[in-house]
């Protein structure tokens, strides 16, 4: 079963728009994070999020975190053509045991020149 | 793409068949993972390998067994292809700090797996 789900499921905007999706989750976590796929790539690592911070920034990323809603959001400023891909949520639980990740069904960001 | 490949890239076979994934890594991680991703699902975890020779499953283990006799390569084994296995399938590694303790995984290109 998954752990995350993104909503939007697909999101189109203009260049120069910001984008923003979000997460929902279940159970309590250790972190999130944020990958990005771009279209028959594999996943590539965005961000990472400790259930301890309530924001994160990254270039023209920012990521918002509220475990008491168990909810994310992936904010995308300035959107560029280039961002177009596949976003995915992924958590990381347990207290002991924090190897495995469990991932959202993520959003497809389509950014129009 | 922290040193990770996978073999085949693209596969055509018919069900009943045996098929064997690899994923090799150059950077001596602990870790690797083999996951499927399907429309509607996402990422989801097959089995992953905690060490050579240590292995545990994941969420969709039925169907495929994994093997590990050497830290850089990690084999997905489908025993009897069947079209239910019909995907794209990712290795990953994750990334090992012995200080600070990362959860960040990294990925392979996929393999693309037909079944018949």
């Known amino acids: 079963s998954q752990q995350g789900e993104e909503d939007p499921q697909a999101l189109s905007i203009q260049e120069g728009e910001n984008a923003t999706m979000n997460c929902s989750y279940k159970?309590?976590?250790?972190?999130l994070q944020w990958y990005r796929q771009n279209s028959g790539r594999g996943l590539v690592h965005l961000i990472l999020?400790?259930?301890?911070?309530r924001e994160k920034h990254s270039g023209r990323l920012r990521v918002t975190l509220d475990t008491s809603k168990k909810s994310s959001s992936l904010l995308i400023t300035a959107s560029r053509a280039a961002d177009t891909a596949s976003y995915f949520c992924?958590?990381?639980?347990?207290?002991?045991?924090?190897?495995?990740?469990?991932f959202g069904t993520g959003t497809r960001l389509q950014v129009f020149p | 793409d922290a040193g990770i490949t996978q073999s085949p890239r693209h596969k055509v076979t018919e069900t009943g068949t045996p098929v064997t994934l690899r994923c090799h890594q150059t950077?001596?991680?602990?870790?690797m993972y083999w996951y499927r991703q399907d429309p509607g699902h996402g990422l989801r975890l097959i089995h992953y390998?905690?060490?050579?020779?240590?292995?545990d499953k994941g969420e969709v283990s039925d169907g495929y067994s994994v093997s590990r006799s050497k830290t850089e390569d990690f084999l997905l084994t489908l025993e009897s292809a069947t079209s239910s296995q019909t995907s794209v399938y990712f290795c990953?590694?994750?990334?090992?700090?012995?200080?600070?303790?990362?959860?960040?995984?990294?990925f392979g290109p996929g393999t693309r797996l037909t079944v018949l």
């Open positions: 990953a590694i994750r990334e090992s700090e012995l200080i600070k303790k990362s959860d960040t995984q990294y």
């Open positions: 159970t309590s976590i250790n972190n």
């Open positions: 999020i400790r259930s301890n911070e």
């Open positions: 992924a958590t990381a639980s347990g207290a002991y045991n924090t190897d495995k990740l469990i």
């Open positions: 950077e001596n991680h602990r870790y």
């Open positions: 390998s905690y060490g050579v020779k240590d292995t």
